[in-house]
């Protein structure tokens, strides 16, 4: 079975699980919210419902209840390849069963017959100035492709009824995910590569054709397959997972939605973490001698971080109890292909000495590393040295979980979004503060 037909068989299976909650259930309270909750970003709020990935506070994300050593060790690989193919990760995301081989072949089929970009999109990004950030060139760049929207066009044509939207945001989808290493690597090449780019490679992968685009040689095309599964999703309610859904329950399509999505990504507070952890481990070294330091000199420099009121960056989580399951991903990564690279072994020698440090500090919740502890270390060694272009890798990993997600909002005949707000006034009254 194709993956649309299996697509739709669960789709068709999980409505009557909607319609249940909503008829018979509706009125049930789920939890009380507190004043701090409705000022504070309203973290903790259940107020989403997802069913492709769900984040563990011990075990880290889990993706269709997978986690990430599962996911890794399950997934078809290309021959000869450590990490597995995007394009199972996706059909996983997509349809909650893990890919047969046959399955991998079909989504990488239709991917590598839609990747190229329109021409437009290049002479979008060509009259944009050279020193435009890669973000707003990688928005544009997807938001520009939007005439190419099948579902807005059913929509403009009065066909729209909600039972069918999901097949047309499928389409969208299809039609947009294939080209995202593609538009990635174009704005790389032209931004900083003098403009020279390189054909597509016919016979490789999502990520293998990504690094060949890129032009690094092995084993980038693992770390590109490995980053972007590592980043696809986790749960709906960090930025960019939430600007998307909710920009597409006002029957948006992938194009404005998606492209919204990155905007949020591209804020400092969400996708910027990376670089700027790699950023600060750099100045570390160079205000530590332009070496790697000894234990000693990193506790020292560390408790004098901390006592001048900054944070440790690349540790902590607001959710995650316990080391993140994507730095260890990429420490395993590390260790095998890259031990003696000199900022590896700080953000080794990091890992050893932040957790004790942030436990005695005693503010921390969690002292352990999250992702963006590791991932600029892996770009800076295989050549990627253009901090500003890591969250665009960010993005094309996060492209897999939030597509996945709106068309089965589509699928499932979400409503648009719309949370009552209400004023400080009325807060104070309701909480009895005045
Ligand atoms: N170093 C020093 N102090 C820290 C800290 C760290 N790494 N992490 C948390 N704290 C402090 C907080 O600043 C807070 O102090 P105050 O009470 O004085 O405000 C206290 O410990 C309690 O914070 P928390 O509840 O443990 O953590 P939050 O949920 O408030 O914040 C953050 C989570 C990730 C923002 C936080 O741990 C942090 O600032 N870490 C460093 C920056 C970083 O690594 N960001 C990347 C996050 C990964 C991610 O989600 N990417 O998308």
Redesign the pocket.
């Known amino acids: 079975m194709g993956l649309k037909e299996k697509l739709f068989e669960k789709i068709d299976a999980h409505r009557p699980r909607v319609v249940n909650l909503i008829k018979n259930y509706g009125d049930k309270p789920v939890q009380e919210i507190t004043a701090s909750q409705v000022i504070s970003g309203m973290k903790g709020i259940k107020c989403l419902i997802t069913d492709i990935s769900y984040l563990d506070p011990m075990e880290g994300i889990r993706f269709r209840g997978y986690t990430i050593p599962e996911v890794l060790a399950k997934l078809p690989k290309p021959e000869g390849k450590e990490q597995p193919y995007v394009e199972g990760h996706f059909y996983l995301l997509l349809t909650g069963d893990l890919p047969t081989e046959e399955d991998v072949a079909d989504v990488a089929a239709i991917w590598k017959s839609k990747r190229d970009l329109p021409e437009y999109v290049k002479d979008v990004l060509k009259a944009l100035p050279r020193d435009t950030h890669p973000m707003v060139m990688f928005s544009a760049g997807i938001l520009a492709m939007q005439r190419e929207s099948k579902f807005a066009a059913w929509y403009n044509a009065g066909k729209f009824n909600k039972m069918d939207a999901w097949d047309y945001m499928y389409e969208d989808v299809m039609e947009l995910l294939p080209k995202l290493p593609t538009l990635g690597a174009y704005i790389y090449r032209m931004k900083y590569k003098g403009d020279v780019h390189i054909p597509a490679d016919p016979n490789l992968d999502f990520g293998g054709n990504f690094a060949h685009m890129m032009g690094i040689p092995e084993p980038y095309d693992d770390v590109a397959r490995l980053y972007f599964i590592l980043h696809s999703d986790h749960e709906s309610g960090?930025v960019s997972a939430h600007a998307t859904h909710l920009v597409a329950s006002a029957l948006s399509d992938i194009f404005y939605s998606y492209s919204a999505g990155m905007d949020g990504l591209a804020g400092p507070l969400?996708?910027l973490?990376n670089q700027e952890?790699l950023k600060w481990i750099q100045e570390t070294m160079q205000k530590l001698g332009g070496k790697v330091p000894t234990k000693e000199e990193l506790e020292k420099f560390l408790w004098d971080t901390?006592n001048s009121g900054q944070?440790?960056?690349?540790?902590?989580?607001?959710v995650l109890r316990k080391t993140d399951p994507r730095y260890m991903a990429q420490r395993e990564f590390a260790l095998k292909h890259l031990p003696d690279d000199p900022i590896f072994q700080v953000v080794s020698m990091l890992y050893e000495v932040v957790p004790p440090i942030?436990q005695k500090?005693g503010?921390?919740?969690?002292p352990w590393p999250?992702?963006?502890?590791h991932s600029g270390c892996i770009q800076w060694h295989y050549g990627v040295k253009e901090y500003d272009f890591y969250t665009v890798l960010f993005g094309i990993g996060r492209a897999l979980g939030v597509t996945a997600n709106v068309i089965w909002d589509r699928g499932l005949g979400y409503n648009i979004e719309r949370p009552k707000s209400i004023t400080t006034d009325m807060l104070e009254e309701i909480v009895g503060a005045k």
């Open positions: 960090n969400h996708g973490a952890v901390l944070v440790i960056p690349g540790y902590g989580h607001a942030l500090h503010k921390a919740k969690n999250n992702v963006d502890a």
